[in-house]
């Protein structure tokens, strides 16, 4: 990396993070003189061109890529009218331990005076709750599930190709055609089609006042610069803001400011989840780089420093902290934005290309919390960018994921999209795909699938509370076989979901008409044509998704009491309810036989698999396909960010002998401990699930740096992932413990079972090891370990997305 | 290379393992080789041959090798193994044994273990576990074929290892049958210490060897591992003429066998071996020690020290330089 790389890299990892009121102030201001003026699409549009008009430009000493959401780097902005924190929230995120926030007093004043006042009772938040049925907000209380849309804005949206091709100039003339088009005597919706088509080209407008504004900072600071080089550097970024995002940028330099332009505008714009990504950056950017090359504008060290550049940006913008219970909790500064690497062109060749190994380079030599990068491998990618990912993987850092192509161009084709779009598609936020640019998938909230059979165990009662959460289905005891067990479980699952769902319908429908996103329709193919919002259905393909939480927990608890009381008849269900609302007090033995004697999910056992199977299956019969209510449907996915360990701490002791409060398994990973054949039988296990019917399914793995060391390992873990994404697994992600994982295996065994460690010629649980073994296995990890510098793991085991 | 349920030990001692002569057969009670003493079956095993591989450890060894870094697979019976870090000493097992002596401990009195099973049974942990589970021919080949999916990829398949699987030959040259039949890449990891018809009746099922050679000083082997080396290096001649893929595995157990006179020796003999492809070399490590004391068996190689990587590629150069393909490690 260059000084300046590094220069700007320390900077932004030096950088606190803390809450502007800025932007809460600038939107504060505009409702309160505008109110009522205008239809909603241009309120939100002249909210935001006022935003980009009078927030405060930061141009800083060494940047070359402009502009932050923020006065200063990681000066993370509110959003009251998604979301209006409470004092209480402010003085928690400037006082926990993990994932602070610095609140300076004046804001907390500012919001006390100002923002409460006005949008207390406003903010989406509040009148999702409002709205929302009383069976929704009990089964919400009791941790069942989550909702997206009561933090944040519908986002995990990703760009495609189109800002490379055209300038804000080109997609304002589009919109003045489409309300020329408009069929005012025809068409019932032409008033709401202009109006949300005027504050598209107004959205426009505001993203050209900030460039603009950008490039007369640099201008000034150009006039002020004593340095020449830097007096030069600033000129050349006045250039660029003045010609992109007006215009399709000419060059390599103004095809990353303008991508970041449009990434800032976003996420100002509105709060959306996962905030935004450039999608496949090294297809996008592969004809500046290669122009630049061929006419001498640009070097590969100079096209180097400007991707460092960029991608420090994203590291300067940490994730807008929750508001409510959550703020207490540490959560994460990861927002999630996630750089496609490999994958397709939509034509169907491979789409690697240098910038490809480029990129895993940089990650390699920044590694920085953000922006998260992931490597799509398709039966095509070569087997270099395959193994110079997994170089990178092997440090630790978690990064790059890795996601089978062919398996994500599948899922969309039977989702129905074009093969074309499919393929410009790919994955973003943990695992999600969708079509870049053309699509709106929106992930609804996480679903608690153990809580179910928590409430099945009870009748639908909740054990704590004694609350009918659930239907009223039988007692534990009045179960003759274990099919009758598994049907009450459905019915349990058919009703909750049905509660989710028409949560889901309104939030759905409310953000239509409330909170339109009119920036982000313009880059959403085809909200234009359409004259529709992103949030109303405007965008080609309109993907809703709830995101189940537990299945290998939910799978181990079936089995257990398939065997224990059902096949073996070793004790009554009752009697093991009771154990079980005891927390397993008096029945240690019980409990162990439970973890330790019955079958568990993901070693390749058919009997615990197949359980799996038939659980996974109700979810696809109970959602997918379902209408929502922008023309699309709803689809499942299987993946949980951090909140398995939530659900578990609202979850109670359970079959699989997992006490009250533990965490339950993530994504579609075993049980912690519970997968005991290696990693072979990790990854037939999770593909006997059909991934292919869903929008993305997070698998964990866990391997030792000495596992991977040489070049035997990694060519290893190379066919595995080849093989596993032969049966259809969407992804895969690895994380290389260290020596400090080693010794909390050490100290909690149960909980680290599946933990291999590379022995001597061999490979072994760690778990199994006499201690002294253990001991001098965490004195070479300990020094095999590499060190990590500046940024925290974005994948720990424990937070994993 | 040998099973990898480190931790686990066993405790019936008091049963006759080694084999002490060539008198090698397949256990009584085997048919026509049909079924068979398995001790474990290790899936994504990357240190055996080609690619991903499984390993099916079969048990009991003809040898003694003080080395040995998995010595309770040396007996040819079935044993009760205990992990100690998984027990919780809760007493189940105490109260379905028959005989009322288990006790986890290796020099318990009292009778025999009949090998009941009760125990591993009513175990909560699964600290207690049978090592050496009697296999059909069909069960431990439906195992090894759960994983072909990833053998083919990377141009991996099966190895059969130990203890000695030429112990049991009859059972080790059907399970090659039926592996070649459905079209794996089968390994056998060899001792070379068995009679050259076994040897010569697995050759043509097996896609290569992985033979050992322990030492080229007859005296310092009888001493070392408990059998003369005659046996071992007339079988490996023999093989290298009939079979064209032996990879040999050579332990370097510092002033045990890697003075000159036996590296030189050694060395030259691989490269006369006209079907050697590859050499390993393993260097010693004191993983067994650990074992050894925990079976409450003497370690006899207390303050060896393992060979430093430096020495190792010093080790390898003499190797190299006679024309052989040499890798350190597995």
Redesign the interface.
């Known amino acids: 990396m260059t000084q300046r790389t590094a220069r700007l890299r320390r900077a932004s990892l030096d950088a606190a993070p803390s809450i502007t009121p800025e932007r809460a102030v600038l939107m504060t201001e505009f409702y309160q003189a505008n109110d009522g003026r205008y239809s909603v699409p241009v309120m939100r549009a002249r909210s935001f061109l006022h935003l980009c008009e009078n927030k405060a430009i930061y141009l800083g000493e060494d940047e070359l890529i402009v502009g932050e959401r923020g006065p200063r780097p990681k000066a993370v902005p509110t959003y009251p009218e998604l979301t209006c924190h409470s004092i209480e929230d402010l003085q928690i995120l400037n006082s926990r331990p993990k994932t602070s926030y610095a609140v300076s007093d004046e804001c907390v004043r500012i919001y006390r005076d100002r923002i409460i006042p006005y949008w207390r009772g406003r903010s989406m938040r509040d009148r999702i709750f409002e709205a929302v049925s009383d069976e929704w907000r009990q089964a919400y209380d009791a941790g069942l599930f989550t909702e997206f849309m009561e933090q944040r804005a519908p986002g995990h949206t990703v760009l495609d190709d189109k800002i490379y091709r055209k300038g804000m100039v080109d997609f304002k003339r589009e919109i003045a055609e489409a309300i020329a088009g408009l069929d005012w005597l025809g068409d019932p919706d032409a008033w709401a089609k202009r109006e949300q088509l005027q504050a598209m080209a107004i959205a426009c407008d505001a993203v050209l006042l900030f460039a603009r504004r950008h490039a007369a900072l640099a201008l000034k600071q150009a006039a002020e610069a004593r340095d020449p080089r830097r007096r030069a550097e600033l000129e050349k970024i006045a250039d660029v803001c003045t010609h992109v995002p007006a215009g399709a940028p000419r060059d390599f330099h103004e095809a990353l400011q303008y991508y970041w332009f449009c990434h800032l505008a976003i996420i100002t714009e509105l709060n959306g989840w996962d905030s935004f990504s450039p999608g496949h950056l090294d297809q996008h950017l592969l004809p500046f780089y290669r122009k630049g090359l061929a006419d001498g504008t640009l070097t590969p060290e100079a096209a180097r420093e400007l991707l460092e550049a960029f991608f420090v940006k994203f590291n300067n913008h940490p994730a807008p902290p929750k508001v409510g219970v959550t703020a207490a909790e540490s959560g994460t500064y990861t927002d999630f934005a996630n750089i496609n690497i490999g994958g397709l062109l939509a034509d169907g060749a491979d789409g690697s290309n240098e910038i490809s190994h480029l990129l895993l380079d940089i990650v390699d030599e920044m590694h920085l919390l953000q922006p998260s990068t992931n490597l799509q491998l398709s039966r095509k990618t070569p087997e270099a960018l395959l193994t110079h990912a997994l170089r990178v993987v092997r440090k630790g850092y978690g990064f790059p994921s890795i996601f089978n192509t062919d398996a994500v161009v599948e899922e969309q084709l039977r989702q129905g999209k074009s093969l074309e779009d499919a393929r410009a598609g790919g994955c973003s936020g943990c695992v999600e795909t969708g079509a870049f640019g053309k699509e709106a998938y929106i992930l609804t909230g996480y679903f608690n699938l153990v809580k179910v059979l928590e409430l099945t165990l009870h009748g639908g009662v909740a054990p704590r509370t004694g609350k009918q959460l659930g239907m009223r289905t039988a007692a534990a005891d009045s179960f003759r076989t274990f099919d009758d067990f598994f049907a009450a479980f459905r019915a349990q699952l058919h009703y909750l979901i049905d509660v989710k769902m028409r949560g889901n319908q309104t939030i759905e429908q409310m953000y239509a008409r409330l909170m339109p996103a009119p920036f982000l329709s313009v880059l959403t193919d085809d909200c234009i044509r359409k004259g529709k919002d992103y949030n109303a259905g405007g965008a080609r393909y309109n993907n809703s998704y709830i995101q189940f939480v537990g299945i290998g927990s939910l799978t181990d608890c079936l089995a257990a009491v398939r065997q224990t009381v059902f096949d073996d008849k070793a004790m009554s269900l009752g009697d093991l309810v009771k154990a079980l609302d005891a927390n397993f007090e008096g029945s240690e033995i019980l409990r162990r036989r439970l973890v330790n004697r019955t079958p568990k999910y993901g070693n390749d056992d058919d009997d615990a698999d197949a359980l799996a199977v038939r659980a996974f299956e109700a979810l696809i019969e109970e959602v997918d396909g379902r209408p929502n209510t922008k023309g699309g449907r709803y689809r499942v996915e299987m993946l949980p960010t951090t909140s398995h360990i939530y659900f578990g701490s609202v979850t109670g002791a359970m079959p699989d002998g997992r006490k009250a409060g533990l965490p339950l398994s993530e994504g579609i990973s075993p049980v912690q401990g519970a997968d005991r054949r290696g990693p072979t039988a990790v990854f037939k296990s999770a593909a006997k699930m059909d991934h292919i019917k869903t929008g993305g399914a997070l698998l964990n793995m866990k391997f030792t740096p000495a596992l991977l060391a040489d070049e035997n390992g990694l060519e290893n873990l190379a066919h595995l992932i080849r093989a596993y994404f032969k049966m259809d697994g969407h992804h895969v992600q690895f994380n290389v413990v260290r020596a400090e994982t080693l010794r909390k295996a050490q100290a909690e065994p149960e909980a680290h079972r599946d933990l291999i460690v590379r022995v001597a010629g061999y490979s072994d649980y760690f778990c199994d090891l006499a201690r002294d073994l253990q001991d001098e296995i965490i004195s070479r990890t300990e020094h095999a370990s590499l060190q990590l510098e500046g940024a925290p793991s974005a994948r720990s085991s424990g937070d994993t997305p | ?2 099973p ?5 030990h066993r405790v019936n001692m008091g049963i006759e393992a080694r084999k002490s002569s060539g008198a090698i057969s397949d256990p009584p009670g085997a048919g026509a080789g049909q079924s068979g003493l398995v001790f474990d079956i ?6 055996d041959g080609p ?2 591989r499984t390993t099916v450890f079969m048990k009991g060894c003809p040898l003694d090798c003080w080395w040995c ?1 998995n010595p309770e697979s040396q007996s040819a019976e079935p044993e009760i193994v205990v ?4 027990c ?1 000493r ?1 007493g ?1 097992c105490l109260k379905v044994c028959p005989n009322g002596r288990v006790s986890g401990s290796a020099g318990a009195e009292g009778p025999p273990c009949t090998l009941c099973g009760a125990c591993v049974a009513a ?4 600290a207690r576990k049978l090592a050496g589970e009697r296999m059909t021919v069909g069960t431990c080949v439906a195992e090894v074929l ?2 072909r ?2 053998y ?3 141009g ?1 398949g099966v190895t059969f290892s130990g203890g000695e699987p030429l112990l049991q030959p009859r059972f080790l040259k059907r399970l090659l049958e039926a592996c070649r039949g459905a079209g794996l890449h089968t390994a056998v990891d060899t001792c070379g210490f068995a009679p050259w018809d076994d040897l010569l009746a697995v050759a043509p099922l097996t896609t290569l060897f992985l033979y050992d050679l322990k030492g080229a000083d007859s005296r310092s082997h009888m001493d070392h591992t408990g059998v003369s080396s005659a046996l071992i290096l007339d079988n490996l001649r023999a093989l290298g003429a009939v079979h064209n893929n032996l990879w040999l595995r050579v332990p370097i157990l510092p002033g045990l066998n890697d003075d000159d006179a036996q590296l030189e020796a050694m060395a030259s003999l691989a490269a006369s071996i006209a079907g050697v492809r590859q050499v390993n070399l ?1 260097p010693y ?1 004191q ?1 067994g020690m ?2 050894f004391r ?1 079976l409450g068996r003497a370690y006899r190689l207390e303050g060896l020290v393992p060979p430093s990587p430096e020495r190792m590629e010093e080790v390898a150069a003499r190797f190299r330089a006679f024309g052989l393909k040499v890798r350190v ?2």
């Open positions: 290379m040998a990898h349920k480190d931790g686990y290790q899936r994504y095993s990357i240190h690619g991903i870094h992990s100690e870090g998984r919780v809760c189940e175990c909560p942990t699964g759960k994983d999916i990833f083919e990829d990377s991996g393993l490590h993983t650990h074992k925990q490690g597995g």
